[in-house]
């Protein structure tokens, strides 16, 4: 991680950025929530995980928005992370072929009939960001998204412990390039090719450290990463953000304000390698300090099954 020093300063503004999001998360996706998911207890573990899923993406949308100069919204920013992050956590979950041609129909803008309130969650949530987000279907934001539940969908292949490292690199890339570029494009309407294109190297990358981030809760459910076997570390990560520092820097010219959300993010992890409690049983998910330390886990696994402490 020393080498890593270089790749920006600090993040600027941590807690004022932070309790902006969490305050855009309490008046855009809160009510949702109180509104989809009928179970107390469900209702308040979904909503500290998607408080903590939408802060964190704020933190890296808004560094991205600074490096290409657009606006930055932090209501679509907390929706898209939210939506993310159960869309993940419902197909981990409940992932039949079944549920995933449903949930192509309602990324096509189709007709979508919830089968239980996470469902119910989902949809109220994803046209919610349709509806502030207001494109037609033409804009490379759906395609994004299209290709992002084809990826989604193959990647249950990683359930197979003899999954190919060519295939399992295929999809971790694909999966984690598509996923960015959904996100980054909330804020860019119009996305050229070529910025796609690099945004879906930036989101390769990223899903290798969610993967390594994740590798405790991937061995325990059966999933294989490039993490669980020991493929990548951190130092892999860290070299990989390093290089793609050039063809950012042609693009954008300032990619400071962006190098420096992913070095942050990179010391989280750091700490959580040496740390594994850090976040847990900590300050609430509703802090500053609570949003970005919080670890992850799988918010729509039954109570029983769900880690102490999250």
Request: hydrophobic residues 45%; charged residues 25%.
């Amino acid at each position: 991680m020393g080498r890593s020093a270089g790749l920006a300063g600090p993040v600027r503004g941590v807690r004022r950025r932070a309790a902006e999001y969490v305050a855009a998360y309490g008046g855009v996706v809160a009510p949702i929530v109180d509104a989809a998911v009928g179970d107390p207890g469900l209702r308040e573990h979904v909503g500290r995980s998607l408080c903590s899923a939408g802060a964190k993406a704020g933190f890296l949308i808004q560094g991205y928005t600074t490096m290409a100069g657009v606006p930055f919204r932090a209501d679509l920013a907390v929706l898209g992370g939210a939506v993310a992050r159960l869309y993940d956590d419902l197909l981990d979950e409940f992932g039949s072929e079944e549920l995933v041609r449903r949930l192509s129909v309602l990324f096509d803008g189709g007709p979508f009939s919830p089968r239980n309130d996470v469902e119910r969650l989902l949809c109220e949530l994803y046209r919610e960001v349709e509806r502030r987000l207001g494109r037609g279907r033409d804009d490379p934001i759906f395609a994004a998204l299209t290709a992002v539940h084809e990826h989604q969908a193959r990647s249950r292949q990683q359930s197979d412990p003899a999954i190919p490292a060519l295939t399992l690199a295929e999809i971790t890339e694909a999966k984690g390039g598509a996923a960015i570029v959904v996100l980054f494009a909330l804020m860019r309407p119009s996305m050229s090719d070529r910025e796609m294109s690099l945004i879906r190297d930036v989101g390769g990358v990223l899903q290798l450290l969610d993967d390594y981030q994740d590798v405790a809760l991937d061995r325990q459910a059966g999933v294989v990463t490039a993490a669980v076997r020991g493929e990548v570390t951190l130092s892999d990560i860290c070299r990989l953000f390093r290089v793609m520092r050039r063809p950012l820097s042609d693009y954008y010219g300032r990619i400071r304000p962006f190098s420096a959300v992913l070095y942050a993010i990179l010391w989280i992890a750091f700490l959580r390698l040496h740390w594994p409690g850090l976040g847990v049983g900590g300050p609430p998910a509703s802090t500053p300090f609570g949003v970005l330390v919080r670890p992850g886990d799988n918010l729509v696994q039954k109570a029983g099954q769900r880690r102490h402490g999250n």
